[in-house]
């Protein structure tokens, strides 16, 4: 049957109409002018699935209150570093800055705001600047570039107020740089030889038969750090500078930062109490955790647990964590979910895979694989579909700079076509949204680290200010809180649309196309109770192509379409449509999904892969449909009797995928399918 729909007024702002006149429109099945802010639920009882992310560098954000740009004159160590003509140095960006752009925030239907580390920092380290929050010395009270403790709580009331979630970055891998080796060093801190980058790492054998280094802090820095155990020595690894391989990359210091040995019982106990207090006193919604594949897996085993348990007994329900991997592989990423027992991690493997497809080039199907993989992060707490996802960051670099390099003879039209195809794709996947702020500018960057941390107030550093920026003929000269701007209107659109349907947040994920021949792309949606098909297809190419894909319902309702506008048909089970280049379809199903009925679940042979066990299943349906929808959990029975939930699984091929340790003493597999209709049916398979 074919629809038709109601045209959206194009996103594009009369300022820069002129320079966007061929840029694509989105259209949704209402007409309005200006986006409809989302009705969000409220932020103590939201669950993660339905935030959208806003992840923003405040030094970088807006100035608020110029009085603090310096820091801290009392305490010398965190003044100083304003240079707003280099993009090394402090740029004057505040909590009261964050605060007096809530509604802009607001404006483009982001949901919970994540903050790069707002402790207490060394300003000025070697020839370097704390702008970024990473150098903490005092874990107990802010910065004073970025203002004060109450001016944080002022800011997460405010938002709060708002509906709006806040989320603190937070380090446990490692301290500023205070602790120096005399081998390493001189007396003044500065490296023996000019040449000399970094100090050599010893291994663990080697500081076995004594071959350690002699420790040193310099005058006057004894007593810096905050709580005071942390000035003591015996708590770090004190073994030189991580090469980022084997062991040195969990013991070594992270570019000379001081690095924690959090194998230690009291350090455990103390770095837990350390942000007990901060959760205690700030009330955020939650933390992302730096570095977290520096740091000894059982730590997590114990922080995680007792972070989460001590944010939902002082009245946060929701508290939720995500840790930094910096991994795209997902037996590297889920490591730390599954074993490690963190709730979530952001999921590098959607940055990759999806910069490589849309923004270079590359072979689609690794966007398939992607989902497929999904598997490695089923477990009986957490899944997929908690994962935070994200185009570009503060380390990586943007989105604009990715299609500016991967695609540097496409016009700047195709340019802002593939920002905002690439964010629809990940607002409508499994996962959480997190943009990067300025993507929703334009801002492109020259490549990552503070190449890819420009200012949103009116900048002074020459190299952003010659950047071409996406969707706009502004600058980074200019004031970039432009509400007006095609991508932060079409992100406010996704947001509205996303937020609008259960499926979109927590539904089931289902690959359905992966044509890479002809770059097409489908998947499904599913929400377990409403028990309707979404389907988002997209066209991931520079040719308009047609998309045909088999189908259950007799009917679909377009929701939203970016870069196209053509009819879709439905005749026999089959639905067509054409795809402009570079575009992007939301369908909703007329009807609910067909249950097929599960004749049979059988376990297949275990085998082993990337340091996992799978146990695959094989399910029969007696009438097969299109996405033949089950739910498959998989428990573990000790040699007692005893059952435990190993995962549960959603999508073909159906399996667990779990670390060897998982298994000890467990004696047989038993197997439970259904057919979210009540139905279900059984299968063992003794190990």
Same mark, same amino acid.
């Given at each position: 049957m074919t629809l038709r729909i109601k045209t959206l007024a194009a996103l594009v702002a009369s300022a820069s109409l002129a320079l966007m006149a061929c840029s694509p429109a989105s259209t949704t099945t209402e007409d309005k002018s200006a986006v409809t802010l989302p009705t969000v639920s409220n932020y103590l009882t939201r669950d993660i699935q339905e935030d959208v992310f806003y992840f923003v560098m405040p030094d970088r954000f807006h100035n608020a209150d110029s009085s603090n740009d310096n820091g801290d004159p009392v305490r010398k160590i965190s003044q100083g570093g304003l240079d707003k003509t280099s993009k090394w140095a402090f740029h004057g960006g505040d909590m009261q800055g964050v605060e007096a752009k809530l509604d802009y925030i607001q404006g483009m239907g982001v949901t919970a705001i994540w903050m790069t580390p707002l402790l207490r920092n060394r300003a000025i380290q070697n020839d370097g600047f704390g702008h970024h929050g990473y150098w903490v010395i005092d874990f107990t009270e802010i910065d004073p570039h970025f203002g004060t403790n109450e001016d944080l709580k002022s800011l997460i009331n405010a938002a709060h107020e708002r509906g709006i979630k806040v989320f603190f970055d937070i380090i446990t891998n490692h301290t500023a740089d205070v602790i120096k080796y005399k081998e390493c060093h001189k007396p003044d801190g500065t490296y023996l030889n000019e040449e000399q980058n970094g100090c050599q790492y010893k291994t663990r054998e080697q500081v076995a038969t004594g071959d350690s280094y002699t420790l040193f802090v310099m005058d006057g820095e004894s007593d810096v750090k905050t709580p005071a155990w942390?000035?003591?020595?015996?708590?770090? =690894?004190?073994?030189?500078?991580?090469?980022?391989?084997?062991?040195?990359?969990?013991?070594?210091?992270?570019?000379?930062?001081?690095?924690?040995?959090?194998?230690?019982?009291?350090?455990?106990?103390?770095?837990?109490?350390?942000?007990?207090?901060?959760?205690?006193?700030?009330?955020?919604?939650?933390?992302?955790?730096?570095?977290?594949?520096? +740091?000894?897996?059982?730590?997590?085993?114990?922080?995680?647990?007792?972070?989460?348990?001590?944010?939902?007994?002082?009245?946060?329900?929701?508290?939720?964590?995500?840790?930094?991997?910096?991994?795209? /592989?997902?037996?590297?990423?889920?490591?730390?979910?599954?074993?490690?027992?963190?709730?979530?991690?952001?999921?590098?493997?959607?940055?990759?895979?999806?910069?490589?497809a849309l923004y270079f080039g590359q072979d689609i199907n690794r966007i398939g694989h992607l989902f497929d993989n999904d598997d490695y992060y089923r477990d009986h707490d957490s899944g997929p579909d908690i994962l935070l996802n994200f185009l570009g960051n503060h380390d990586a670099g943007r989105v604009g700079h990715f299609i500016q390099k991967g695609m540097p003879n496409e016009d700047a039209a195709t340019h802002l076509q593939r920002s905002i195809l690439s964010h629809a794709y990940m607002y409508f996947s499994r996962g959480v949204p997190v943009v990067y702020y300025g993507d929703e500018q334009g801002f492109s960057g020259?490549?990552?680290?503070?190449?890819?941390?420009?200012?949103?107030?009116?900048?002074?550093?020459?190299?952003?200010?010659?950047?071409?920026?996406?969707?706009?003929?502004?600058?980074?000269?200019?004031?970039?809180?432009?509400?007006?701007?095609?991508?932060?209107?079409?992100?406010?659109?996704?947001?509205? +649309?996303?937020?609008?349907?259960?499926?979109?947040?927590?539904?089931?994920?289902?690959?359905?196309?992966?044509?890479?021949?002809?770059?097409?792309?489908?998947?499904?949606?599913?929400?377990?109770?409403?028990? +309707?098909?979404?389907?988002?297809?997209? /066209?991931?190419?520079?040719?308009?192509?047609?998309?045909?894909?088999?189908?259950?319902?007799?009917?679909?309702?377009?929701?939203?379409?970016?870069?196209?506008?053509?009819?879709?048909?439905?005749?026999?089970?089959?639905?067509?449509?054409?795809?402009?280049?570079?575009?992007?379809?939301?369908?909703?199903?007329?009807?609910?999904?067909?249950?097929?009925?599960?004749?049979?679940?059988?376990?297949?042979?275990?085998?082993?892969?990337?340091?996992?066990?799978?146990?695959?299943?094989?399910?029969?349906?007696?009438?097969?449909?299109?996405? =033949?929808?089950?739910?498959?959990?998989?428990?573990?029975?000790?040699? =007692?009797?005893?059952?435990?939930?190993?995962?549960?699984?959603?999508?073909?091929?159906?399996?667990?995928?779990?670390?060897?340790?998982?298994?000890?003493?467990?004696?047989?597999?038993?197997?439970?399918?259904? /057919?979210?209709?009540?139905?279900?049916?059984?299968?063992?398979?003794?190990?």
């Open positions: 942390l000035n003591d020595p015996q708590y770090y =690894n004190n073994q030189g500078d991580s090469f980022w391989e084997g062991e040195s990359a969990v013991y070594g210091d992270f570019a000379g930062l001081d690095d924690i040995d959090t194998r230690q019982a009291f350090v455990v106990e103390g770095m837990t109490d350390i942000f007990k207090n901060l959760i205690s006193e700030f009330k955020p919604d939650g933390f992302r955790i730096d570095t977290v594949k520096h +740091v000894d897996l059982s730590f997590w085993q114990q922080f995680g647990p007792a972070i989460v348990s001590h944010a939902q007994d002082i009245g946060i329900p929701k508290f939720h964590i995500f840790g930094e991997v910096y991994d795209g /592989n997902p037996a590297g990423l889920s490591k730390y979910t599954t074993a490690g027992m963190l709730p979530s991690v952001l999921d590098f493997g959607f940055h990759f895979n999806i910069k490589d020259d490549g990552g680290d503070v190449d890819a941390r420009e200012n949103m107030d009116p900048s002074l550093v020459d190299s952003y200010n010659d950047n071409t920026l996406l969707g706009t003929s502004k600058t980074t000269a200019d004031d970039n809180f432009d509400t007006s701007h095609p991508i932060y209107q079409a992100l406010a659109e996704l947001s509205n +649309v996303r937020q609008s349907h259960k499926a979109l947040m927590r539904g089931i994920h289902q690959n359905r196309l992966v044509d890479d021949a002809n770059r097409l792309n489908a998947f499904s949606r599913v929400d377990e109770v409403e028990q +309707v098909e979404y389907l988002v297809l997209s /066209n991931m190419g520079t040719e308009p192509k047609t998309l045909t894909l088999e189908v259950d319902a007799s009917d679909y309702e377009v929701l939203y379409q970016y870069a196209t506008s053509s009819e879709i048909e439905v005749i026999e089970g089959k639905l067509t449509t054409e795809l402009a280049p570079l575009s992007i379809k939301l369908l909703k199903a007329s009807e609910k999904a067909k249950m097929a009925e599960i004749a049979s679940v059988q376990l297949k042979e275990t085998y082993v892969e990337n340091d996992r066990i799978f146990i695959p299943a094989e399910i029969l349906f007696k009438g097969d449909t299109k996405l =033949n929808l089950a739910r498959v959990a998989f428990f573990a029975v000790d040699e =007692n009797g005893e059952e435990s939930l190993i995962s549960e699984d959603t999508t073909f091929p159906y399996r667990a995928v779990v670390m060897p340790e998982r298994l000890a003493n467990v004696k047989t597999i038993k197997v439970i399918a259904s /057919n979210m209709m009540g139905k279900s049916v059984e299968g063992s398979l003794a190990l």
